[in-house]
């Protein structure tokens, strides 16, 4: 498998859409998935939105549960990479990164409070 190093600055916003929840590696077991040294490996759905096109979803696995990220909020994601990958007939991009962090000063946006 073929890694690919990801020029986050090129993929404009980067905002949280699903917030992080523990790989799931065997769902007959809900065995969660762990990485070489042990970790507990995650994933952050994140939407990349560049210059007014329309926006794309990608989840971002990362080892170690990422902290104080909330649906909405713009983050840093550090050491991106791609992955292309392909079982038999099927085929697609994985991304892992290094960190996944909030990028501070820029809360999520207020959840509707339902009050009219």
Known sequence: M??????TARLGVLRCAITPEAKISNFET??????????????????????????????IAVA???KGIEEGQILKVTGLTAFAWAMGD???ISFRADAITP???TPAPAKNSGAA
Not at 2 to 7: L, N
Not at 30 to 49: F, L
């Open 2 to 7: 073929q890694s690919i190093p990801v020029d």
């Open 64 to 66: 170690g549960e990422p």
């Open 30 to 59: 809900q065995e969660v998935k762990k990485d070489r040294d042990g970790n507990t490996v995650y994933t952050v759905a994140v939407t990349v939105r560049q210059d007014g096109r329309r926006i794309s979803v990608i989840e």
């Open 103 to 105: 990028v501070h000063g």
């Open 90 to 92: 099927r085929h697609g």
